[in-house]
């Protein structure tokens, strides 16, 4: 068995250059000069808040999901997130020529059109749009938010002349379902230097400019279509109100803002915000002297950090997700460790373990469920990588009681599981993460003793002794001792890899044996992570992840599409999906004795996914793929472990240095 002692110091400097390269490795492309109104409806870009709160939207400005809008506030963070402030349309009007800027779709048509002025698309640092029209003028138009706050700033700087107006779309419904607008009763406002608009209905929020007038004029705008929605057999159409526009007369340059906020109601001082909000991003970008790729991933990872009440949280995933216990915590070495957020990992481990109900974890922390078996399995893993990466001891004996109780509860019952006469856990169907069901029955119900679940259980009995030994209490082996010899039952001798579920010995191929493979600890031996690694590379491996299932299995789906029925019929049934990366890497490293070539393999494995290719959000990682080739990007455009496990495999497996930092030799 794998008996590795777990490192207790601090990480040394020189002991991991996570992802430390030579600047001559180029960043991902991340500006875009769509040609059609297909191709700029392919990309998505997102800001964020801190409160779970963001503006989203395609890279030509069209929204095609009823997610996307300039500001979707978060009122309960990081939850209760409601659209506000849908787009707003850009008019430019000389002496000959009137230009539309915006694109809707409606019924049959595409109006305005304004993708065909768009000259091209910049995501870093800001999401920015230039759009010439003609010989007439420039248009540049950069999003950013507040961090902290409920509030959009769209600023515009102009060069030319004739008559701007800005059309604000508006609503005030959750941001999940389309539906009309409601009635919004207006005030017009006097700000320094220009004008706006309070808008109160079942929100109070205001929109205002530094430097241009608000003239009211109600206008409704029906039958908006959101394509990407009716794919998914969702709500697609709706109606939104405008209570006017703003407009400024231009002659040569000239630049100003529009601040759609719950939070505050002027536009001063927007110019040192902007300056601020760069400035924040670069500084997520850490070390220079990293790969450029890390450095933007770095970025991306604070999307999902959040606030919840006094504490932090992360949130799965954008643009639906709200903060779930075992996303978080798969997540979390490589969104805040790799990057050094001590203090916020930290933050988030004690906000999880105050929410612990009878030894569980919350599974959707919003909804305060707790239908889950491995989150808590999950947590030690956060735990081991935390004391790995910080050697906080303070925060360990601190956290050593809600570790032990969880241990003690898994030890007896849990109210989704039992821990059997030979040491293994057993579960009731549904609450592993494959999880998703069709009406009331699940797809993958896998009830019992599941392969990933048992080597987690393992993993934290192990982790356990060693936190014991650190902080001097008394710990009994014995169970984890149980564990490895009852765990050999899963090995499947015929294929040479696990069975997915025992007591009943389900052969299908899943990803779940690799990581039973990649832990810290595992019970494997060191004959069988190899074996598994074969038959993984053999059924599962894509450039973009792992399939959920083999496609030689008769209930393998290729294709995830359709309404919600077909969708999570297949989320579990061959989707790829890129977390699963993180794990294969790391089990390949282990198993090829951490050599040099092992690394290479691992960075060639990962380029695909640091680069950014194939992706449907700009400058970050989505949730899932197709099984079936061309693996075509589906699910959230940004999902937490999807970076985070990236991230971390990137650090640890792909760019450690010869004294690697490891926990347990994982």
Request: glycine share 10%.
């Amino acid at each position: 068995m794998r008996t590795e002692e777990m490192e207790t110091g601090k990480m040394r400097a020189g002991e991991m250059r996570a992802g430390m390269v030579s600047n001559e490795i180029d960043p991902p492309d991340l500006l875009f000069r769509p040609k059609s109104y297909e191709e700029g409806t392919a990309r998505e870009w997102l800001v964020t808040n801190g409160l779970g709160g963001y503006a989203s939207s395609t890279i030509i400005g069209a929204n095609t999901r009823s997610y996307h809008g300039l500001l979707v506030a978060a009122t309960d963070p990081p939850a209760e997130r409601t659209l506000l402030l849908s787009s707003l349309d850009e008019e430019l009007t000389t002496e000959s020529v009137h230009y539309d800027l915006a694109c809707h779709q409606y019924p049959g048509t595409i109006y305005p059109q304004g993708f065909r002025h768009l000259a091209e698309f910049r995501r870093d640092p800001v999401p920015t749009f230039v759009y010439k029209t003609g010989e007439e003028a420039v248009v540049e138009k950069r999003v950013y938010m507040i961090y902290g706050e409920n509030t959009t700033v769209v600023r515009y700087d102009l060069d030319g002349q004739g008559l701007f107006r800005v059309v604000p779309h508006l609503n005030c419904r959750s941001f999940h379902v389309a539906s009309p607008a409601p009635r919004m009763d207006q005030t017009r406002i006097e700000v320094e230097g220009g004008s706006g608009v309070r808008l109160r209905s079942a929100c109070d929020f205001s929109l205002v400019s530094d430097g241009a007038r608000y003239v009211p004029e109600e206008v409704w705008y029906k039958n908006i279509e959101y394509d990407l929605e009716r794919r998914r057999g969702l709500a697609w159409k709706e109606d939104s109100f405008s209570p006017g526009w703003f407009e400024v007369d231009i002659d040569g340059p000239a630049s100003f803002s529009i601040v759609a906020s719950l939070d505050r109601a002027s536009a001063a001082g927007v110019g040192e915000l902007l300056r601020r909000e760069v400035e924040r991003i670069g500084g997520l970008k850490g070390n220079r002297r990293r790969d450029p790729r890390f450095r933007l991933l770095s970025a991306a990872a604070d999307a999902f950090l959040v606030k919840r009440g006094a504490g932090m949280s992360i949130i799965a995933g954008y643009h639906w997700f709200n903060d779930w216990g075992r996303d978080a915590m798969i997540s979390l070495p490589g969104l805040l460790l790799t990057t050094r957020r001590f203090s916020e990992a930290r933050a988030v481990l004690a906000t999880f373990a105050g929410a612990m109900k009878d030894g569980l974890l919350p599974n959707d922390f919003g909804a305060q469920g707790y239908n889950t078996i491995d989150a808590s399995l999950w947590f030690f893993w956060a735990v081991q990588r935390y004391w790995a990466y910080a050697g906080d001891e303070d925060f360990l004996r601190e956290i050593y009681p809600t570790l032990s109780a969880i241990a003690s509860r898994y030890a007896g019952e849990t109210p989704g599981s039992r821990c059997d006469s030979d040491g293994l856990i057993s579960s009731k169907p549904g609450l592993t993460w494959m999880d998703a069901k069709v009406g009331e029955a699940f797809v993958t119900p896998r009830a019992g003793k599941a392969c990933e679940i048992n080597a987690l259980w393992y993993n934290a009995l192990k982790a356990m002794e060693v936190f014991s030994e650190e902080l001097e209490e008394e710990w009994d082996p014995s169970l984890a001792e149980k564990v490895a010899e009852g765990y050999q039952r899963f090995w499947n001798p015929e294929r040479g890899c696990l069975f997915d579920l025992i007591d009943g010995m389900d052969p299908a191929i899943r990803p779940n044996q690799v990581i039973a493979a990649c832990l810290p600890f595992t019970p494997l031996d060191s004959h069988q992570i190899p074996g598994i690694i074969g038959v993984a590379t053999e059924h599962l491996l894509t450039p973009w992840g792992l399939r959920t299932l083999s496609p030689e299995d008769p209930a393998y789906k290729g294709r995830y599409e359709g309404g919600p029925a077909e969708r999570d019929g297949a989320y579990h049934q061959g989707t790829v999906w890129p977390w699963l990366m993180g794990p294969y890497v790391t089990a390949l490293v282990k198993a090829g004795g951490r050599t040099k070539k092992a690394r290479e393999e691992a960075r060639r494995l990962l380029g695909p996914l640091m680069d950014l290719e194939g992706q449907i959000g700009v400058g970050t990682i989505c949730e899932v793929f197709d099984g079936d080739e061309p693996h075509r990007p589906g699910g959230c455009i940004s999902q937490a472990w999807s970076v985070g496990e990236i991230m971390r495999a990137w650090s640890e497996d792909a760019m450690a240095g010869s004294k690697r930092l490891r926990i347990g030799g994982g």
